[in-house]
């Protein structure tokens, strides 16, 4: 099933990027077709394995990968849709891909959860957690599409950007508006994980549990994304930035996230490899 979800992932991608060199409007909406197809596959299974073991399939690294694959796919669609703008999935898609493609290559089961996880916080903590990485990746995109444009203005040669993406005014809005949604679930995520946290010290015996500590790079490095995108925020509202450097910002940000959500997930968590 993994190995399908990252066919159809992969497919979209590709007609994606032929609609973006060539701009034809049966291409864009197979692109769309295929990816809203990929997403509704990704919730059949998501709805089979939640059946499966009685909860959301949150547990583990690679489960909140594929989580937060779904649901990024939900979010861009619903911007395509209201947007009637294709060229960001150019972005999207490929991404979308290249992380289907580790459950895929994992052979990826979704497994019962620990007692200690049965917690109605956990699955109010990790969900708040994946939909603002979600809402984090479309800024990234967006401030990416925003560079690659500003780039050609500067450069006075106005070319396949400047035919193909929207203004830099509105993709600093969008990119502004995810970062807010972002920040809002990412902060309702971390003090939600503090309030669980708080309770399973107290209750839990889990050596996981007791690493559960700012010393942990997972939730140190958390926090610290809280922070770059608290100061993004502080600085285009009291500071007037805009433009250039909240796209750098949006960036950079979330490449800290894919760091957290990836090799620290993976591999140098302490407290949070269930």
């Known amino acids: 099933m993994n ?13 994606y990027a032929v609609h973006f060199a060539n ?9 769309t077709t295929m990816l809203a197809s990929a997403t509704l596959a990704h919730t059949f299974i998501i709805g089979m394995r939640t059946m499966q073991v009685g909860h959301l399939p949150l547990v583990g690294t690679t489960g909140a990968i594929s989580m937060f694959v779904w649901l990024l796919a939900i979010a861009y669609l619903y911007i395509e849709t209201t947007s009637n703008e294709r060229s960001i999935g150019t972005f999207i898609a490929p991404l979308l891909a290249g992380l289907q493609i580790i459950p895929a290559v994992t052979n990826y089961r979704v497994v019962e959860r620990p007692p200690i996880l049965e917690s109605p916080w956990f699955a109010l903590h990790v969900s708040s957690l994946l939909f603002a990485y979600a809402s984090f990746a479309i800024a990234c995109v967006i401030g990416i599409t925003y560079l690659l444009l500003f780039k050609e203005l500067k450069a006075k040669h106005l070319g396949v950007f400047y035919a193909r993406l929207p203004s830099l005014h509105i993709l600093d809005y969008m990119n502004t508006r995810a970062i807010a949604v972002g920040w809002l679930f990412l902060t309702v995520g971390l003090i939600v994980g503090g309030v669980w946290t708080s309770q399973v010290h107290v209750d839990g015996t889990d050596p996981r549990m007791q690493a559960m500590t700012l010393l942990d790079p997972k939730i140190f490095v958390a926090l610290f994304c809280w922070v ?11 500071m007037g930035w805009t433009g250039r450097r909240i796209a750098w910002l949006s960036t950079f940000g979330f490449a800290i996230v894919l760091l957290n959500f990836l090799p620290i997930g993976y591999f140098l968590t302490s407290s949070h490899n269930f």
């Open 3 to 15: 190995i399908i979800l990252f066919v159809l992932y992969l497919i979209a991608g590709i007609a």
């Open 23 to 31: 701009r034809g409007r049966l291409v864009g909406r197979f692109a």
């Open 228 to 238: 770059i995108y608290s100061f993004e925020l502080y600085a285009h509202r009291a």
